[in-house]
């Protein structure tokens, strides 16, 4: 390898690899860079842990004139028989160094190089990437140049492991920032957060559809069941709205024990009202359909299970609240009050959707009076509608 080419290489890694806009740009120009240094690289990984409930990990997989793959990996990954039989598994778990020649009787003990040596690779190399917190990242290299890498080659590729870790370090903190924000606090806030609207009363005033339900009989059934019990409920039970709340559109402000917050933005320059409470309608129908079907079996019962949703569409107030170095992120207002109030109502009518005059008005057909009713902290009734498919359970 050219010594002064690998040396601007480390001075690249060194400076933020900032040609690099994304990941996969990253994986691809260090690649080029290196294969026009005079390495024979036939096919490099980089293979990151992170931190995210469901994802265990991302993969970059760069192969000669082809783009980056982006891969991610799942927790059930540490246990299976391709991990734990693999070069990587030593990585992570010890932070050391593999290197096979594949020709090697030792390779074979390996079936990942056994897929390698179909390919015609000559050399493998797997290298960790220790992050300055004690964590280990992976990276792999493979040649299929005949007698494989040279010492030389070894020596240039090791040297440059400690800028790229803290490149991958770095861009694995601000993906790691990124996800945790979006799991606890939505992608739409989170965003704002990370753009700097970090400070108590830095809000905005925004026009949305509000969602907000609780689960039917919570407080009996915290009561008769273990704790551990009633966690695993409720998660299964959010999981029945979550979903079809991302998908169309809306985002989970808040868990308020059985209770779920969520709001869906409305565009102002282009007022697309009637688009937006369409698709929080359909959310709400595909979450009636999900908890309905919902069954937990405790002992030689089954339990079924009710909720109740309120939906209403108003200007509300959205950004930081809180206390001294503790903020919240969510949103206030009466359009948020008045939805919490219909909520209740929908609990006394043994309904499981009900809507405001306001949000009803917005979707044509399918509601049916129900009447007005007084408001608590209000200062006139408010008409309440319910779904005309809806039989209500006494």
Not at 151 to 169: F, H, K, Y
Not at 185 to 202: D, F, K, P, S
Not at 290 to 317: C, D, N, W
Request: hydrophobic share 40%; with cysteine; proline share 5%.
């Amino acid at each position: 390898m050219n010594p002064q080419d690998l040396k601007q290489i480390a001075e690249w890694l060194i400076d933020g690899a900032r040609s690099a806009v994304t990941p996969p740009q990253m994986m691809a120009q260090i690649c080029e860079r290196l294969a026009g240094a005079g390495l024979p690289l036939w096919r490099a990984g980089v293979f990151v842990r992170t931190l995210h409930p469901d994802v265990l990990g991302f993969n970059f997989i760069w192969k000669p004139g082809a783009e980056v793959t982006v891969g991610s990996a799942d927790f059930d990954l540490l246990e299976s028989p391709e991990f734990r039989n693999s070069p990587l598994a030593i990585v992570f778990g010890k932070g050391r160094e593999v290197r096979h020649r594949i020709d090697d009787p030792e390779s074979k003990r390996f079936p990942f190089l056994d897929d390698m040596r179909a390919e015609g690779v000559t050399d493998y190399i797997a290298l960790p990437l220790l992050a300055t917190d004690g964590s280990v990242h992976a990276s792999s290299w493979t040649t299929k140049h005949q007698g494989g890498f040279s010492d030389e080659q070894l020596s240039g590729l090791r040297s440059l492991m400690p800028p790229l870790a803290r490149v991958v370090e770095i861009t694995d903190q601000r993906r790691k920032a990124s996800i945790l924000l979006d799991t606890y606090v939505g992608n739409r806030a989170g965003e704002r957060i990370l753009g700097g609207q970090i400070r108590r009363g830095h809000t905005e005033t925004m026009h949305a559809a509000i969602w907000l339900s609780d689960l039917r009989g919570f407080t009996a059934l915290s009561d008769r069941l273990p704790a551990e019990t009633v966690v695993d409920i409720l998660n299964r039970y959010f999981d029945c709205q979550v979903s079809s709340i991302r998908t169309h559109g809306g985002e989970v402000l808040k868990f308020m024990g059985d209770g779920l917050l969520a709001v869906f933005p409305i565009a102002e320059q282009d007022r697309n009202i009637e688009q937006v409470c369409a698709r929080v309608l359909e959310a709400a129908h595909e979450s009636r359909t999900s908890v309905e079907a919902m069954q937990y079996p405790i002992g030689e019962t089954i339990e079924r299970f009710r909720f109740g949703v309120a939906l209403h569409v108003g200007k509300i107030l959205y950004g930081n609240i809180g206390g001294g170095n503790r903020l919240d992120f969510t949103c206030i207002g009466p359009a948020v009050n008045l939805a919490a109030r219909l909520e209740k109502i929908a609990g006394r009518l043994n309904r499981t959707i009900v809507a405001s005059a306001g949000f009803a008005g917005m979707c044509g057909g399918g509601w049916t009076d129900l009447g007005e009713f007084p408001i608590a902290g209000f200062s006139k009734a408010e008409r309440v509608y319910g779904l005309t498919d809806e039989t209500p359970v006494g």
